[in-house]
Each structure stands twice: as C-alpha cells, then as structure tokens.
C-alpha cells in the first residue's frame, strides 16, 4: 500500500507561510475546489474527493490520529462519475460528513504542501511527503519535520483529527 508522512497544522498567518512555501515551490500555486464525502468504515477512513471539474477519487486511508508527522497508508481510484458513485456508497454505507474547501498546492521536493480553507473551520496547513518505494518512514518524519521548522509551524499548531471530526465535533 502506497504511504506518506503527513501533519496537519492551523495556521495562524497564511501570507507569511505562503510566501516562504512559494520561495521554495518546485511546483504551484494549483488551486483546486473540493468536497471529501466520507462514508463509515471498519477500519481507517473511506472518502470521495470530488473535484469542481466533477472529476473524482475515492480514497481509502489509515492513519493513527496522532499530532506530528504521522504515516498515512491509503488507495485512491479515479471516477469519472463521482455523483453516482456518491450515491451508491451513501445507499449501501450512510454518510460520515462532508468537508468543503479551497486548497492551494504547492511541491517542496517529494512533499505536496497544501494550504487549505476549510469551509467551517479556517485555514489550515497540510504536509504530506510522499514516501518513495524503499524509502523509511523515519526519513519522510525528517522532511516534514525539517519543512515544520522553514514555515514556523509549532507543536501547538498541529492537530491530529482530520477535518471531518473536527467539523462534527462542533455539533
């Protein structure tokens, strides 16, 4: 299964992040409009991204709710019909929550730097270092970590709930 280290972190100044992840971008800015359908599951979280070109990816992904960089193991499939495919899941599985928002992407290396607008909840950070085939878990934990200290994000700023629980937890 395909893995990454990922952080989430609230930001306290976008502008000022932004300009030091541009500085440093290989890739970006992308903007890109989304809703994440999440649907009930066993084991780890199952998701369908649907993007505003009415593209689609459902996406499979376990990840321990951990601040700090933490490894995700995920699946994704592309759909070219995420609205039926939605209803489906919803049909045979309920529904867990949707979560709206407006990311920015940028590529520091191996690592894809979200900034992110969370209809709801704000701004917010996401790191995700794409680990390599062969490529130590411990090594992606030393990239995050080093990217943490460039864009001054603290361990206060970390969350380890994904947006979903967040959003839900507000009810």
Known sequence: MPSNIEIKAKLRDREKVEAVVRGRA??????IVQEDVFFPCGAGRLK???FSDDRGELIFYRRLDTEGPTESEFHKA????PV?????????LGEAGAVRKRR???????????????EGLG?????????????SAAEGVRIARGLMLELGILEGDLEARAYVDLLNSQF
Not at 26 to 31: K, L, S, T, V
Not at 78 to 81: G, K
Not at 84 to 92: D, F, R, T, Y
Not at 104 to 118: A, P, S
């Open 123 to 135: 701004h917010w950070l996401e790191l995700e270092v794409v680990l390599e085939p062969g490529q």
């Open 26 to 31: 290989d890739h970006g800015p992308e903007r």
């Open 104 to 118: 920015t992407l940028y590529l520091v290396g191996q690592t894809r730097i979200h900034l992110d607008e969370v």
């Open 48 to 50: 369908l991204r649907r």
């Open 84 to 92: 039926a495919m939605a209803a489906v899941l919803k049909a045979a």
């Open 78 to 81: 592309a759909t070219t019909d």
